[in-house]
């Protein structure tokens, strides 16, 4: 007969953060030596660590941190499942990295795994501990950090019943909270990926250019009208991914650069994350 009661289970449960019947078993391998059972269940966790890295952390969620109008963070935490996302656990460990990130030197998310968050332990560490707690592969997705002028974000949820998925975070060189909302909305919703048209790598437009040029040839259009058929798809279709040229969602009679240009701002640069897509 196991030598162990419900309220040692509650008790290592709150002090190891592992699951009842872990627990239970731990407290059953043990025969009801507490400091054992500790012992089993941390030994348990580093061992499936290894085990847990193969595994896909597809969900999670996304969270911020301000230090002033100017100076803003924006993070990604992931986990396996939805369970675990919406656990308070979690969502406190996602708050207080990102809040110490928004004031460390980190400039990317791989220096902010080897920050120390507190003597001794790096957030990598701090991850991985968690991991063996909550019993899921937990991982740092992407990390931004801004500091200008003005920087505002956004947070989308896709299911009110879980944190949020969808980050924004958005510069402007003036202040302006409304234009700087819609902007980051705006990006939330039509997924930009480059401010202006300059921004576009040279082989993605020569990619989409050999794929428009196909196209037309096979169309059988005119030899002397190609070129021209050509730039106008290429155009077209990398418009829809450039965020000044975009249609705004609330007026599509006006762009993104009409929008904030009638307000006297620019926009500096932007970030958004989307919890398992890059």
Same mark, same amino acid.
């Given at each position: 007969?196991?030598?162990?009661?419900?309220?040692?289970?509650?008790?290592?449960?709150?002090?190891?953060?592992?699951?009842?019947?872990?627990?239970?078993?731990?407290?059953?391998?043990?025969?009801?030596?507490?400091?054992?059972?500790?012992?089993?269940?941390?030994?348990?966790?580093?061992?499936?660590?290894?085990?847990?890295?193969?595994?896909? %952390?597809?969900?999670? @969620?996304? *969270? #911020?941190?301000?230090? !002033?109008?100017?100076?803003? =963070? /924006?993070? &990604?935490?992931?986990?396996?499942?939805?369970?675990?996302?919406?656990?308070?656990?979690?969502?406190?460990?996602?708050?207080?990295?990102?809040?110490?990130?928004?004031?460390?030197?980190?400039?990317? %998310?791989?220096?902010? @795994?080897? *920050? #120390?968050?507190?003597? !001794?332990?790096?957030?990598? =560490? /701090?991850? &991985?501990?968690?991991?063996?707690?909550?019993?899921?592969?937990?991982?740092?997705?992407?990390?931004?950090?801004?500091?200008?002028?003005?920087?505002?974000?956004?947070?989308?949820?896709?299911?009110?019943?879980?944190?949020?998925?969808?980050?924004?975070?958005?510069?402007?060189?003036?202040?302006? =909270?409304?234009?700087?909302?819609?902007?980051?909305?705006?990006?939330?919703?039509?997924?930009?990926?480059?401010?202006?048209?300059?921004?576009?790598?040279?082989?993605?437009?020569?990619?989409?250019?050999?794929?428009?040029?196909?196209?037309?040839?096979?169309?059988?259009?005119?030899?002397?009208?190609?070129?021209?058929?050509?730039?106008?798809?290429?155009?077209?279709?990398?418009?829809?991914?450039?965020?000044?040229?975009?249609?705004?969602?609330?007026?599509?009679?006006?762009?993104?650069?009409?929008?904030?240009?009638?307000?006297?701002?620019?926009?500096?640069?932007?970030?958004?994350?989307?919890?398992?897509?890059?």
């Amino acid at each position: 007969m196991a030598n162990f009661t419900a309220a040692d289970v509650k008790r290592l449960r709150e002090l190891t953060g592992s699951g009842m019947m872990a627990c239970k078993d731990a407290l059953t391998e043990s025969d009801g030596d507490f400091e054992k059972a500790v012992e089993i269940l941390r030994l348990k966790g580093a061992k499936d660590v290894g085990k847990r890295a193969e595994r896909t %952390a597809a969900n999670g @969620l996304v *969270a #911020e941190h301000f230090n !002033g109008s100017g100076d803003g =963070a /924006l993070l &990604e935490l992931k986990c396996e499942t939805d369970f675990v996302a919406k656990n308070a656990e979690f969502i406190a460990l996602a708050d207080r990295i990102v809040e110490f990130a928004a004031g460390s030197d980190a400039t990317d %998310a791989e220096s902010l @795994l080897a *920050a #120390e968050i507190e003597p !001794g332990k790096t957030v990598r =560490a /701090l991850i &991985e501990e968690n991991s063996a707690k909550i019993g899921e592969k937990l991982e740092l997705g992407r990390y931004v950090h801004f500091k200008g002028v003005f920087v505002a974000s956004y947070l989308h949820k896709s299911d009110p019943s879980l944190p949020p998925t969808t980050g924004v975070l958005v510069e402007l060189d003036k202040e302006n =909270a409304e234009v700087a909302k819609d902007v980051a909305q705006q990006i939330a919703a039509m997924a930009p990926k480059y401010l202006t048209f300059e921004e576009i790598p040279a082989e993605v437009i020569e990619k989409e250019r050999a794929l428009a040029e196909t196209k037309t040839r096979e169309e059988g259009k005119p030899e002397a009208a190609i070129a021209k058929i050509v730039e106008g798809r290429v155009n077209a279709y990398l418009r829809d991914f450039v965020l000044l040229e975009q249609a705004f969602v609330k007026d599509p009679k006006k762009s993104i650069a009409k929008l904030v240009g009638e307000n006297g701002v620019q926009v500096v640069r932007f970030a958004r994350f989307k919890v398992g897509q890059a």
